[in-house]
């Protein structure tokens, strides 16, 4: 099964998604992320991963226009603009939705405290929905999206 993770600007919450999806699916799934208006890597992002040993350093922002659509199983989009304005790509067979708070806008000061701790509790939030969500596709008792 191949995820694309899908937010806005594709700097921070599609790009942890995509980083604790390989990690803790071990290659059981395939995960992309892109976003529909890519902003670049977000720093603070990079440094927050490496904070739980996953080095997403080499991970790029990128358009959903980038993506091979045909080889993408789910679309999960982890943020409200990106689940408004691209609820449905074409060929995708299965969207969920979760949105995250947008850490961005708790600062860009990597050594200011309001900022790591809102940066590290999305990252978390993130980790757990993320290791719940190939069961949650596979169960058709269970909702996807929540």
Not at 11 to 37: D, F, N, P, V
Not at 63 to 85: G, K, P, Q, R, Y
Request: charged share 20%; aromatic share 6%; glycine share 6%.
């Amino acid at each position: 099964m191949t995820i694309l993770f899908l937010c806005t600007g594709n700097s921070c919450r599609s790009q942890m998604a995509e980083g604790w999806a390989r990690t803790l699916w071990q290659g059981q799934h395939q995960a992309l992320s892109a976003g529909t208006h890519p902003q670049g890597m977000n720093p603070i992002t990079i440094t927050v991963m490496a904070e739980v040993g996953i080095d997403i350093s080499d991970q790029w922002s990128k358009s959903v226009d980038d993506i091979n659509l045909a080889s993408v199983d789910v679309l999960a989009t982890v943020c409200d603009s990106a689940h408004e304005t691209c609820p449905v790509l074409p060929g995708v067979p299965l969207s969920v939705h979760r949105s995250f708070e947008d850490p961005y806008r708790a600062g860009q000061d990597p050594q200011a405290d309001e900022t790591l701790e809102l940066y590290r509790r999305v990252r978390d939030e993130i980790r757990d929905w993320v290791a719940e969500l190939p069961g949650k596709l596979a169960s058709p008792a269970t909702h996807p999206a929540s």
